[in-house]
């Protein structure tokens, strides 16, 4: 059991928006910053977003981030086939067992 | 441009120790905080924990009682180790690097090695 809730899947169409939410708690995202990260079967992850809403160097602008207050979501217009993988949220947790908390993923297909 | 490259057994038998180093290249390991993150099978991402150059760490607290992580500046090298291993264990371990942010982002990440723990 993850403690950021990510819904297990979501579907859209080629050319489409797709939006993949992260819901968490005051603890975590509610104040800290979140990351988000693609992760293709056997490559390694790659971060899409970071502090909440900023690309890293050679991230298209199709990927966006958001945050309001305990929930985040990334946002992909323009859907890609080469887009159809696993999506994590991530921040910091600050409870009395503080440490890196990531969600439990999303498989976005790209019909 | 920065890579990262695990090594280590890909074999561990319970309850013995699994042991990793990460090999850090294109860069120095100085003023960057480094992390291990694992994904056991049909999981999701779990954090380790994560090591400062200057050696700081900071662990999964449920991982804490078992888990070591050390850097070692001269070979531009990072390790783990993870003692009392059980088949829960079995996984594919990833080294990753920080990014320049106000928030913990893992920007840069090996390409993962897979750790099988099994008798």
């Known amino acids: 059991q993850s403690v950021l809730t990510q819904p297990p899947s979501v579907s859209a169409a080629p050319g489409q928006k797709v939006t993949i939410s992260c819901s968490g708690s005051?603890?975590?995202?509610?104040?800290?910053?979140v990351s988000w990260y693609q992760h293709l079967p056997g490559t390694a992850p790659k971060l899409l977003i970071y502090?909440?809403?900023r690309r890293p160097s050679g991230i298209p602008d199709r990927f966006s981030g958001s945050k309001s207050g305990t929930s985040a979501t990334l946002g992909i217009t323009g859907l890609q086939t080469g887009d159809e993988a696993d999506y994590y949220c991530?921040?910091?947790?600050?409870?009395?067992?503080?440490?890196?908390?990531f969600g439990g993923g999303t498989k976005l297909t790209v019909l | 441009q920065v890579q990262l490259q695990e090594s280590g057994p890909g074999l561990v038998k319970p309850p013995e120790t699994l042991s990793l180093t990460c090999t850090v290249s294109g860069g120095s390991i100085s003023s960057h905080y480094w992390s291990w993150i694992r994904q056991p099978p049909g999981k999701g991402l779990e954090w380790i924990g994560y090591?400062?150059?200057?050696?700081?760490?900071n662990y999964n607290p449920s991982l804490k009682s078992r888990v070591t992580m050390s850097v070692d500046t001269s070979k531009n090298q990072f390790s783990l180790r993870l003692t009392s291993v059980t088949a829960a264990d079995t996984a594919v371990y990833y080294c990753?690097?920080?990014?320049?942010?106000?928030?913990?982002?893992?920007?840069?990440w090996g390409r993962g090695t897979t750790v099988t723990v099994s008798s």
């Open positions: 502090d909440n809403n």
């Open positions: 991530g921040t910091w947790d600050s409870s009395l067992s503080p440490g890196q908390v």
């Open positions: 990753a690097r920080d990014t320049a942010a106000a928030g913990f982002a893992w920007g840069v």
């Open positions: 090591i400062y150059y200057s050696g700081i760490t």
């Open positions: 005051s603890s975590n995202i509610g104040n800290n910053y």
